[in-house]
């Protein structure tokens, strides 16, 4: 039986893009003595660093950051694999009497770094036959399926997403059942305090604009020039992440730079409404807000709330 006040606990600082989750990850790891655990998705990609906005060396303030830059962009992600991979981490720390904090807003990763979520096997046949529908009718059809299959699991998964909606329609035919009823109840294997980073959506689409001018700015069109000749173009996932495609379109001459740049923005921003979305159906998660006049004082509001679930 756990005990009533367990320490240290883990932290989950999550969102949407551009919230400024990372920061605040930060702050708390260095208060509480812990380290980050990356749950970004596509922050895991050695190279990828412009545009998925990773802290600098001197931006982590000396705080280790677990599990950034530990694959190829050739790899293809596996949420299952992310898993195992986040759980040693966790554990690792745990067992020292440190605090894990996972920062990041790819939302299935979070829960299958902190939930009793279990992955459903995979049918090579299944597979092959969505991968080549996937080539031949594209990925608006196959979402538009899904849509129509589980309007949840529509609704999370961008239909650009190729790779995630096979997955999904994969999981419905070999289970029977929507995708989004093989994700458990919210039941978690660690005393997890979720924070989320509440920005309005005006002051968030603004902030995503900004971002993705720096990036252009820092040199993004320059890093995906270097990924394509490392295989980036070749790699299932890692050439999807946002950004990345929109330059790889651009590269490949089927549109102007400045297309590639304002469909970065728009995807970005609709990304964005889809994490929050995700986070939002999560009642564990207790909201502070990150708007810019409250920026100041998010940090100490969220250490104050680990310190209250800590002592409850």
């Known amino acids: ?11 989950a600082v999550v969102g949407p893009t551009a919230a400024g989750k990372s920061d605040l990850g930060v702050f708390l790891a260095q208060r509480l003595g812990g380290e980050i655990v990356n749950a970004d998705s596509m922050q895991l990609y050695r190279g990828m660093d412009i545009g998925t906005a990773k802290l600098t060396t001197e ?14 962009v050739t790899a293809i992600a596996s949420v299952a694999e992310y898993q195992k ?4 981490e966790i554990d690792r720390l745990l067992a020292e009497g440190r605090t894990p904090v996972l920062v990041g807003g790819s939302g299935l990763y979070v829960r299958g770094a902190i939930d009793a979520l279990e992955f459903p096997g995979t049918d090579p046949r299944i597979r092959a036959r969505l991968e080549e529908e996937l080539t031949q009718r594209g990925s608006g059809a196959l979402h538009a399926r899904l849509a129509a299959a589980d309007p949840e699991a529509g609704s999370a998964i961008l239909p650009s997403n190729g790779r995630r909606i096979v997955r999904a329609l994969e999981v419905i035919e070999i289970t029977g059942k929507p995708f989004t009823a093989n994700l458990p109840g919210h ?7 979720q924070i989320g980073v509440d920005v309005a959506r005006p002051e968030l689409d603004e902030r995503i604009t900004l971002r993705v001018d720096r990036m252009w700015e820092a040199g993004l069109v320059d890093e995906v ?13 890692a050439s999807r992440a946002l950004g990345y495609q929109q330059v790889l379109t651009a590269l490949a ?60």
Do not use: N
């Open 225 to 237: 020039r270097a990924l394509e000749a490392q295989g980036l173009r070749e790699g299932r996932t």
């Open 253 to 312: 001459g089927e549109c102007t730079d400045q297309q590639a740049r304002e469909e970065t923005v728009r995807a970005t921003k609709r990304f964005a409404r889809r994490q929050d979305s995700w986070f939002r159906r999560d009642p564990r998660v207790h909201w502070l807000s990150g708007a810019a006049e409250h920026r100041g004082e998010l940090p100490q509001q969220a250490l104050a709330l680990v310190e209250r679930a800590v002592t409850a």
């Open 85 to 88: 991979l986040a759980r040693a």
């Open 187 to 193: 039941d978690s294997v660690y005393d997890t305090v």
């Open 1 to 11: 039986m756990r005990s009533a006040a367990p320490a240290p606990r883990v932290i």
């Open 59 to 72: 931006e982590r303030g000396g705080i280790a950051h677990q599990l950034l830059d530990i694959w190829e």
